[in-house]
């Protein structure tokens, strides 16, 4: 019998990404798989039901008891987790880290389970790399925002009114989010400077046509990510930083640490010194935010500077955000099957370092 490959309506609050777009519930049909999905499920990204061809379609709790390998954007309630059939797999961002409670349920109804969040960061990886794609997503997002929000133009001018300066951005974390709120700044004609800790960003920065912020302060850590500042390097890095943020229109924070909060960057001093008008977007609000100020989800004026923490951005373009996503669950779920059958191969450091419960038994180490 062919193995089911399903995915429901996302239910977590504003999500409106989909798992399996049809383009990708092609490629599975072209495997031998069957696709069923819950009717409906990809109308938020952009996708109806007739859409999808050579798809079966039926209510959520057919879907949960036929679906061999279930595929989310966010981790389903626990109580739609456990009317799994026992053995099913759920590939998805399960977001493990502090979720005792969903790992427990998971363990519970013996699911197999993989986070797409946790795979390595390596070049095999790359196409299933969830935090990649929707991090692209959010970074081109948040420079929209930053730009619709601004009262000035990003770009210069010339009118018969006279001519209008360009608006000087600056993007602090060029990380993937960030390299695409600077590609997007300059795409809309803003003076676009980046700063990171880490010094192989200079080059990126400058490959985008942007300049490089130089704050004097380097901090590598492993795995290609940054490490935590100590306290005299961020008191470095507060006070270059407090001189330069006075001359910008326009921030974008993106800065994060793997496992940690959000560093805070920008002090509520620093956003005094501000020019007025001026706006910070802080795309890491979902983590706390990079700047003291940001309250999440939320629109804080503090005398006349704006700080934006807008959350989940990757949902606010869900068609391509789904796109990307898809394929990243498609390129994941083709490791999973071997001789026609779902047989994860845990020799494989994507499939075993990406696992969080293995029929019951719980891999995740927080
Ligand atoms: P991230 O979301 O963890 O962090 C965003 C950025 O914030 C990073 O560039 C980081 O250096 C920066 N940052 C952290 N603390 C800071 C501070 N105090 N001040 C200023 N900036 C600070 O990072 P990410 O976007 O997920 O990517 C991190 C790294 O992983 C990059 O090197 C990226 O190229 C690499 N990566 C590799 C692959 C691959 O090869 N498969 C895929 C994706 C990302």
Redesign the pocket.
Known sequence: MSITVSALRETAAGERRMAITPEVAKKLRGKGLRVLLERGAGNAAGFPDAGYADVEFADAAQVLAQADLLACVLPPDDAVLGRLREGSIVVGQLRPHGAAERIATLAQHKLTTFSLEML???????AM?V??SQ?AVAGYRAMLIAAESSPKFFPMLTTAAGTIRPSRVLV????????QAIATARRLGAQIEG????P??RE?VESLGAKFLDLG?S???S???????TAE??AA?QHALAEHLKVFDAVVT?????GRAA?K?ISTAMVEGMKPAALIVDLAADSGG?CELTRPGERVDHGGVVILGPLNLASGAPLHASEMYARNIYNFVELLIRDGALQPDFNDELVAKSCVTRHGEVLFKA
């Not at 602090?172 to 390299?179: E, M, T």
């Open positions: 390595p960061r390596t070049t095999r990886a790359q790399d935090l990649s991090a602090i974390g060029a990380g993937v989010a960030g390299l700063y990171d800790v880490r192989e960003t990126q302060v901090a590598a850590g795995g290609g990510y940054a490490r935590e500042l390097e961020r890095q993106t800065a994060a640490v793997p560093p960057i990079n």
